[in-house]
């Protein structure tokens, strides 16, 4: 596996990462956390060395599988994880309440660390930006626990460029994570040249369009009923049927490489800059293997065209959020 160092941090990891959010959370039932271990461990066998968390999957049960399934390769992987949501009272009920007070900030890391099973996070992210409480506050949290020997690599998840700016002012951000794929291109309107020009790292979640990009759904596909994909515009079966478009084109050009439409999109990605570090998610050891595959699939210049052409040619249809949950990001 090639690596990659995330903007001018100094931070080095594998140039496929592994998002583990999919394996306790949001794609329906969770996996049986024998099965869970396993598959992270087997991506540590093939090379893979980043690996994403957060409090919130689950909730808590997520790091509590990657840290017991991490745990034998410390100092060997890079974890990523997130604070910045809360149960709405008393420990009760969906985590759906945003909280970056720098006193919650403590607290959380102090539970990561200890589902983590790691002495110090390696990239600790704000998961969405907080309006209740200045960015200045909460990177000053974050640069405090830096300072504790806590935290090593402070980032943020769907910020604005104002926030990546006034942040990255406090202490310098290593990361910022946010969508990004063939299918949801906004951040390379401001996004990308903020992150270029202050020397971050972009972490793209949902490199393979939370699975269309795959080809492994069509409209007739049906969802586990609490697979959250249900509650997105994008996903509705009109809409899928008009996004095959995309697949199709992808597939035609998969074909001519002898590579899969994921490898292409993924590659895609790999070759918009150095510091692109894509963490596509699966529950299953053939979908693992074919991502990290990606990472070895060179597109010439000519492909790159004619991705951009195949992209340019589909207009994608639905949002990728529910207005709630687009309210959140951005900001």
């Not at 998002?19 to 540590?44: H, N, Q």
């Not at 692109?276 to 065209?305: C, M, Q, W, Y």
Request: charge should be neutral; charged fraction near 20%; hydrophobic fraction near 45%.
């Amino acid at each position: 596996m090639q690596t990659r160092t995330l903007g001018t941090s100094g931070l080095q990891v594998s140039a496929i990462g592994l998002g583990c959010m999919g394996l306790s959370f949001s794609y329906g039932a969770p996996t049986e956390k024998s099965e869970a271990v396993a598959l992270i461990r087997a991506a540590v066998e093939r090379g893979v060395t980043f690996f994403d968390t957060a409090e919130v999957y689950g909730p808590l049960v997520n790091e509590e599988v990657v840290g017991e399934a991490l745990a034998p390769f410390a100092g060997q992987v890079v974890i990523a994880t997130k604070f910045g949501f809360a149960p709405a009272a008393a420990g009760e009920g969906r985590w759906s309440t945003l909280n970056s007070r720098p006193e919650h900030i403590r607290a959380a890391v102090e539970g990561s660390l200890s589902r983590l099973k790691v002495e110090a996070i390696d990239l600790l992210y704000q998961h969405r930006v907080d309006p209740e409480v200045p960015i200045e506050d909460v990177a000053g949290a974050v640069k405090q626990l830096i300072a504790a020997g806590k935290v090593k690599h402070f980032g943020l998840s769907e910020p604005g460029v104002q926030t990546i700016r006034r942040a990255h002012a406090v202490h310098p951000v290593t990361a910022v994570q946010n969508e990004y794929s063939l299918w949801w291109r906004r951040p390379e309107e401001a996004v990308l040249p903020t992150l270029a020009a202050l020397g971050i790292g972009l972490v793209p979640y949902s490199p393979l369009g939370k699975g269309f990009l795959t080809g492994a759904i069509d409209e007739a596909t049906q969802f586990a009923a609490t697979d959250f994909r249900n509650t997105i515009p994008r996903f509705a079966a009109e809409a899928r049927k008009a996004n095959l478009a995309l697949v199709d084109r992808l597939r035609a050009i998969a074909d001519r490489k002898g590579a899969t439409s994921a490898q292409i999109a993924l590659a895609w990605l790999l070759a918009q800059s150095p510091w692109i570090v894509p963490i596509p998610g699966t529950t299953k050891l053939h979908r693992l293997e074919e991502n990290i595959g990606a990472a070895s699939l060179t597109l010439t210049p000519e492909d790159l065209r004619e991705i951009e052409g195949a992209a340019a040619s589909v207009v994608i249809q639905g949002e990728r959020y529910p207005a709630a949950l687009e309210q959140l990001t951005n900001r």
